[in-house]
């Protein structure tokens, strides 16, 4: 599953916050969140909105999404695509947050979402949606490799 939400007013104040301490006091819990319920994933965040990766088995991801439309952090929640994959993606990262830039967040965010099949080409001009995701992170992720797990990306 995979949603786009904006960060609520109570953090807005916190940006520096956020991008510290706080933020990964955020992932922290949702990493021990996420072992428990057996979801992995990762998420985005530039600074306004938050763009998030969950896998798991589909009960794991309705728990997920649960706490996630619960949690005071972020509002505006929508829902981009929700189906099956063959493999997970991400199995190793129970939660892993990446900062990105704006332009790159909403690039993927308004990229067609009309499932989670690849084309391996995340720059190419009919690029699908989870193709845009896989490049940001990978590039993200590559920047900084201390995000160990992101070498199991693969295909559907």
Partial sequence: MVYVSEVSDTLRGDLLGLRSGKFQELADDATRFNRDVGVSGFL????IRFLQYLESPPDGVDVALSRVLGASS??????????????????????????????DLTEVAMSAWGGFKVRDD???????????????????????????GLSRVKDV
């Fill in 74 to 103: 972020h509002h505006h929640v929508i829902e981009l695509q929700r189906g099956t994959v063959a493999d997970r993606r991400v199995p190793y990262w129970l939660m892993r947050w990446l900062p990105v830039e704006v332009k």
């Fill in 44 to 47: 985005l965040f530039d600074d």
């Fill in 122 to 148: 995340g720059k190419a001009l009919k690029a699908t949606a989870i193709d845009r995701l896989i490049f940001l992170v990978s590039r993200r992720a590559l920047r900084g490799a201390a995000q160990p």
